[in-house]
């Protein structure tokens, strides 16, 4: 269900029952919504069985995000930018890539073509990679290797940079370096 409808039933329903709310309609979906992101954060684990090997994380965490996208709970390319705001900067030879990612959300990362340094500059969230689960706080910073493709939930509004060597300036163009369409692509 939609905001909107969810929010016109919940309207019928108070009045239709005479109820009186401790709290509102945005109060009560940012709690349904914010459920849903703890439950999330869990749920992929089962999709990868004990002692995975590189191949069962791949499949697994395609499955994760086929499932995201199926749910109808995915934001479209539009929306994405304006929850999750990218920043661009240039320097020799690099490109930085500075993005917001707002508290309780979960997201699946591209699959990066080439290792590269990041930075969580603000916040806390839970990383699952391959490697396993990790929790980090900012300040962190770390090395993304080429193959990566992560499943991250954020704790709190968390600003996460990567730099990238490059000398092309065009965003397009760089995505298509740097981000590989499927695992065999890297």
């Known amino acids: 269900m939609i905001k909107e409808d969810a929010r016109k039933q919940f309207d019928e329903m108070t009045e239709q029952l005479g109820i009186v709310h401790t709290f509102s309609f945005d109060e009560a979906w940012d709690y349904v919504e914010y459920k849903k992101g703890q439950s999330l954060i869990h749920q992929p ?108 939930y954020t704790h709190e509004d968390c600003i996460f940079v990567t730099v990238h060597v490059t000398d092309e300036t065009d965003i397009e163009k760089i995505e298509e370096e740097v981000i590989a369409k499927d695992f065999k692509g890297v």
Do not use: W
């Open 45 to 152: 684990v089962s999709f990868f069985p004990s002692n995975y090997t590189k191949e069962q994380f791949q499949e697994g965490i395609m499955k994760v995000e086929k499932m995201m996208i199926e749910s109808n709970q995915t934001l479209k390319n539009n929306d994405l930018e304006k929850v999750n705001p990218l920043k661009h900067s240039f320097a020799d030879g690099c490109y930085i890539r500075e993005i917001f990612n707002p508290k309780n959300i979960f997201l699946v990362t591209k699959i990066h073509k080439v290792s590269h340094p990041y930075f969580l500059l603000k916040g806390e969230m839970t990383i699952m990679s391959e490697d396993g689960e990790k929790r980090i706080k900012a300040p962190h910073h770390g090395i993304t290797h080429a193959g990566t493709k992560r499943i991250i």
